[in-house]
């Protein structure tokens, strides 16, 4: 089991700047890949942004160059640097952290959200 708490959302005018956060407890070994995924209600989860063991990541084309992950292993911790923050980023924010639960079995982990609101 891993536990995610997110945090760092809130409310920002176009153009501007938020540092998401997300802290992971519990079974840390076993996690894979991090990422970040934001949805609206009534609408389907969107991927965002994910970050591999060794550091590399990849992101979603409406968010490349302005939104960057990163992570701190000593702190169980990745970021979502968010810049040059745009209306349609408006949404919740969930961090997910893919864990691989036996040899060849992997399950998904959710925070329980951040809500990001970009508006004049």
């Known amino acids: 089991q891993v536990q995610l708490v997110e945090s760092g959302g809130g409310l920002v005018q176009p153009g501007g700047s938020l540092r998401l956060s997300c802290v992971a407890s519990?079974?840390?070994?076993?996690?894979?890949?991090m990422g970040w995924y934001r949805q609206a209600p009534g609408k389907q989860r969107e991927f965002v942004a994910y970050?591999?063991?060794?550091?590399?990541?990849n992101y979603h084309d409406a968010v490349k160059g302005r939104l960057t992950i990163s992570r701190d292993n000593a702190k169980n911790t990745i970021y979502l640097q968010m810049n040059m923050l745009k209306p349609e980023d408006t949404t919740l924010y969930y961090c997910?952290?893919?864990?691989?639960?036996?040899?060849?079995?992997?399950?998904?982990?959710w925070g329980q959200g951040t809500q990001v609101t970009v508006s004049s």
């Open positions: 519990g079974n840390i070994p076993s996690i894979n890949t």
């Open positions: 997910n952290a893919l864990s691989r639960v036996r040899g060849n079995s992997f399950s998904s982990f």
């Open positions: 970050i591999n063991s060794d550091d590399t990541t």
